[in-house]
């Protein structure tokens, strides 16, 4: 092996890890050095649990050809996993692959460290050997870097790495050590950024995508706040506490179901989730303009009724109960910033305009409308030519009443 390549790669690992290199760069960069310095590398896995509403972990590879993608995020493999995410599918591949893996076997056992030379007698020990042989390896290694419990985040308690190679008399002991040398650097340069990318995610999943990135970017002090022009959408659920009242076992699948409906057609027109509280979604939408604002909160009304109303048909087909939504929208500045205690800090978005657009929301039950919409709202731009008139009403808390719109479904 050359000894100063080899010597490189531990301080080559720490920067990757402190420079927040991807998972993807640093285990590439780091399996074409040991090539270069004498480690015959052939393949090389690396998965590490995260936590992420939707998926379970991720997976990277190196040595597996154009074919095979290097990063793969894989879903539940387990029931318990399943039960804990809240999640309602699970990952049926991913979850047959792992309880085959040799990694499996490790966590069940206790083992760190497995080694197996590839041939007739070691084919059926695990499915993944067979793949192997037919690629032409002749050894693989295994070595799980567990977290201590304090180190431990979620289901994120160690990096799992494996490496194959195709030299005929597999690897030889100095090579052996030399891997089991390098697991831990790499595993904590792996820990490192992907602890990093799991902050940004949890501030994005429960605080929304604006206030996390405020949040990530050191605005955490109470009192700071920014007075910015913004779309305010007001959303709940028809007849949410009835359904509750007569199936509760339905009530957070009933959410999540709507909710998926919703808060997808919020952001996939720019807007973003400031809260969800029971079955409410107060969103926000900034823009250099305020028609362009409006037009998209627009646009994300249409895309929310239109998936609900998809919605509804698939769950009447499985038996399962259905609501509508009620939207208020309205526009005008708010202050967006840290408001609690010393202790417990929130970014919430507040002022005048916040309580006129749940009041308006309010209405729709009243007036029978699934969407209001303020005078301010369709007073941009062209927006009234897509509206029609409701008639004018007296809001409570609001100093003098105001017309009121919904969507013209014929414009």
Request: glycine share 10%; net charge negative.
């Amino acid at each position: 092996m050359n000894e100063a390549l080899f010597d490189e790669l531990p301080a080559w690992l720490i920067q990757a890890g402190l420079a927040g290199t991807s998972e993807i760069e640093i285990v590439s960069g780091f399996c074409d050095r040991c090539v270069a310095a004498g480690l015959p590398i052939a393949r090389a896995l690396m998965f590490v649990d995260t936590l992420h509403p939707v998926y379970e972990g991720r997976l990277l590879r190196w040595g597996y050809g154009p074919t095979e993608l290097p990063l793969l995020e894989y879903g539940r493999t387990s029931a318990d996993a399943l039960a804990a995410s809240g999640s309602q599918v699970l990952d049926v591949d991913a979850a047959r692959r792992w309880r085959e893996s040799p990694h499996y076997q490790m966590l069940q056992t206790g083992d760190s460290f497995l080694r197996r030379r590839l041939d007739v007698t070691t084919i059926d020990e695990f499915p993944v050997f067979s793949d192997f042989l037919a690629a032409g390896m002749t050894d693989y290694v295994a070595i799980i870097n567990r977290f201590a419990p304090g180190g431990v985040i979620g289901e994120m308690d160690g990096v799992y790495l494996s490496w194959a190679t195709r030299v005929p008399n597999g690897f030889s002991n100095d090579q052996i050590a030399a891997l089991q040398h390098l697991a831990p650097y790499l595993a904590l340069a792996v820990k490192s950024v992907s602890l990093a990318r799991m902050t940004g995610t949890l501030m994005e999943t429960y605080l929304g995508r604006g206030a996390g990135q405020r949040v990530l970017g050191g605005r955490i002090v109470r009192g700071i706040a920014e007075r910015i022009d913004a779309v305010i959408w007001f959303s709940d659920l028809r007849g949410f506490t009835r359904i509750t009242d007569t199936a509760p076992e339905q009530a957070i699948p009933l959410l999540n179901d709507y909710f998926d409906a919703i808060v997808s057609a919020i952001h996939g027109h720019g807007g973003d989730v400031v809260q969800l509280v029971g079955d409410g979604a107060f969103a926000i939408f900034t823009a250099e303009d305020r028609a362009r604002g409006c037009g998209a909160a627009l646009s994300a009304a249409v895309a929310a009724r239109e998936g609900i109303v998809e919605l509804n048909r698939r769950r009447v087909a499985h038996g399962k109960p259905t609501t509508d939504m009620y939207l208020g929208l309205h526009v005008g500045e708010v202050f967006y910033g840290n408001v609690g205690s010393r202790e417990r800090l929130a970014f919430p978005v507040v002022g005048p305009a916040v309580n006129e657009a749940s009041r308006i929301a309010a209405m729709c039950r009243s007036v029978d409308q699934p969407v209001l919409i303020s005078s301010a709202f369709a007073d941009v731009g062209d927006i009234k030519r897509r509206l029609v008139s409701v008639g004018r009403y007296a809001l409570r808390g609001v100093a003098r009443p105001q017309e009121l719109f919904t969507l013209d479904l014929t414009a």
